[in-house]
């Protein structure tokens, strides 16, 4: 088989000659840009100074002699800002700081920080949804935008056998409700059904719509798999109640999908990265239209593997989970990542229906040496007659 084949296969709910393989086709399933460094390292591969792909999460862009190496079945077609908009780093004596495209300020303290956090939401102050109107929002419709993901993924369908999976133009309506609002304020607008946070719903709703109508019939056939996120859960259980979640979020979802699936030109299937404890909305998730469910969290609450995989892995597949990220991979000895990977494999594997990938972003205290440990056990037990 092909890598698109055994990928297409397996979302099918058919066993594929091997069990396909993914490493940094999404934000969710990256490595940060210390742990590559050492792993090219540890590979043997030239050393290079390396790209990012995310600034704000330091994920690197994994390179094609390291995605050759590893035998990684997919590529990521990510998302591109405007033609008008291009990041600009400043700093004060202690901190990195960043304004995105959606006006959202970012800070990196200089000493011992890890990742960009939000320090400025542009509508905390709004008090009526004709504010919300009035925001500068980016141009989903953006040539560069929208060229640039299609020339990408040409280049891929061009050049590997692999598939390709089309990121969104910015992530989901709680997260983005939460970081352009403000979290507190945001919660409110939820609780008290304000028309401010209605009003910013139905804008990013808009512009999802209007990305993925003018993208998708654009990629033609240079698309499998179309991603969208949104995080619901914690550690363990819900952000929200799942009444607020059908009432504000499942319809707009539903809407979105609904629309994507109609405007590609060919088969894609739907990829929904949703963090945390999420059991409680599987089922509302599938009603929603979401064919792949990612990260698949397998130490919160719920989300026991082999659980999942029985009650509902007959219709949805598992992107993720195979080996733990928070626990397992940074701190667990080689022969205990092994041990992980082996048991995830067992359980989610099993008639197609599963991609393997960690339960999330690599990040950058996990040694070269347990990332190369995950992969000989995923090598040694990804066949299916085993």
Not at 103 to 127: H, Q
Not at 314 to 324: A, H, I, Q
């Amino acid at each position: 088989m092909t890598s698109r084949e055994r990928v297409m296969t397996t979302l099918r709910h058919q066993e594929p000659d091997r069990i396909p393989f993914d490493l940094g086709s999404t934000g969710s399933t990256g490595i940060n840009a210390d742990a590559y460094a050492r792993l090219r390292q540890r590979l043997g591969l030239p050393e290079r100074p390396v790209v990012l792909t995310d600034i704000k999460q330091n994920l690197a862009l994994v390179e094609e002699d390291v995605l050759a190496r590893l035998e990684v079945d997919t590529r990521g077609v990510q998302r591109r800002s405007g033609s008008s908009f291009h990041v600009k780093l400043w700093e004060d004596a202690g901190s990195y700081y960043y304004t995105d495209e959606w006006g959202i300020t970012y800070r990196k303290p200089k000493a011992g920080g890890l990742y960009f956090d939000i320090v400025r939401s542009p509508l905390a102050e709004v008090r009526s949804a004709a504010d919300v109107a009035k925001h500068h929002w980016p141009n989903p419709l953006d040539e560069a935008r929208i060229q640039g993901a299609v020339a990408e993924a040409e280049r891929v369908a061009r050049e590997t056998d692999a598939c390709i999976v089309v990121g969104c133009m910015f992530s989901g309506l709680l997260e983005m409700g939460c970081w352009l609002r403000g979290f507190e304020e945001f919660y409110l607008d939820l609780a008290l059904g304000s028309a401010v946070g209605e009003a910013i719903l139905d804008k990013l709703t808009e512009l999802k719509l209007a990305y993925w109508g003018a993208l998708l019939p654009r990629l033609g056939e240079n698309v499998d798999v179309v991603r969208q996120g949104d995080d619901y859960g914690q550690q363990q259980g819900l952000l929200i109640s799942r009444e607020t979640y059908r009432k504000y979020f499942f319809p707009r979802f539903r809407q979105i999908f609904a629309a994507m699936k109609k405007t590609a030109r060919k088969e894609v299937f739907t990829f929904f990265h949703c963090c945390g404890a999420v059991r409680e909305l599987i089922p509302d998730l599938m009603e929603c239209g979401v064919d792949i469910l990612n990260p698949v969290q397998v130490n919160a609450r719920g989300m026991d593997s082999k659980e999942l995989k029985r009650e509902f892995g007959k219709d949805l597949s598992f992107w993720g989970g195979g080996v733990d990220t928070q626990h397992v991979l940074p701190r667990g000895s080689a022969r205990e990542v092994q041990d992980e990977v082996r048991r995830r494999i067992d359980d989610l594997a099993p008639g197609g229906g599963f991609v393997f990938a960690t339960v999330h972003n690599i990040q950058g205290d996990v040694s070269a040496e347990n990332i190369l440990a995950m992969w000989e056990a995923l090598r040694e037990q990804r066949g299916y007659s085993r």
